[in-house]
Each structure stands twice: as C-alpha cells, then as structure tokens.
C-alpha cells in the first residue's frame, strides 16, 4: 500500500513506517496515524501553554529552564527505549 504523497510530505515519519505496514490492514495505518496526530497536537497545546507558564513567571530563563527539563525528559525516554529489545522477525 503506497501513501499518498501529501501525507508523508506533512508527516515525515511515516515514510519509515510505509513498508512494516504492508501486512496490515488499511485500518490499522489509519489507527497510527490518529494516534500520531492526537498526541502532537494535543502535546504542542499542553506543552505550548506550560511554555507560556514558564515565559510569564520567569522571562527567557524560564522557558530556557522548561526547555532543558523537557530534553532531560527526552533522554530518559531514549536511553530507556535503546535497553528495549526488539521483537523477532516472524512477530511482526
């Protein structure tokens, strides 16, 4: 199943997921694709707003605080998926 241009030029990430998905159904492409769109925009507006929490309580040092609590966050989250192992191959 090919997807439409449109949608992986507004969604990089899934061009990577294109060929996993070819045993699917159409559904469940859809599915990840809800899911996907859910949480970035429902993650940009709760995290936007606590930005501007920390904008109109601490100015730049604030925001600059929040933005480094949130990498921090961001690398406990990577190295705590890197120790994850995969699935087999014929569990796909």
């Known amino acids: 199943m090919r997807l439409p241009e ?9 061009e ?5 998905w070819e045993p699917f159904p159409r559904i469940a ?3 990840w694709i809800a899911f996907y769109l859910f949480f970035l925009y429902v993650g940009s507006s709760v995290l936007g707003s ?4 920390a904008w109109s309580h601490a100015g730049w040092p604030g925001v600059a605080l929040f933005t480094g609590v949130l990498v921090v966050i961001a690398l406990l989250i ?3 998926l890197v120790a994850v192992k995969p699935l ?3 569990m796909v």
């Open 6 to 14: 449109s949608w992986t030029e507004r969604i990089p990430a899934l």
């Open 16 to 20: 990577q997921l294109e060929e996993p």
């Open 29 to 31: 492409l859809f599915a």
């Open 50 to 53: 606590a930005g501007g929490v």
């Open 78 to 80: 990577a190295f705590r």
């Open 88 to 90: 087999p191959e014929n």
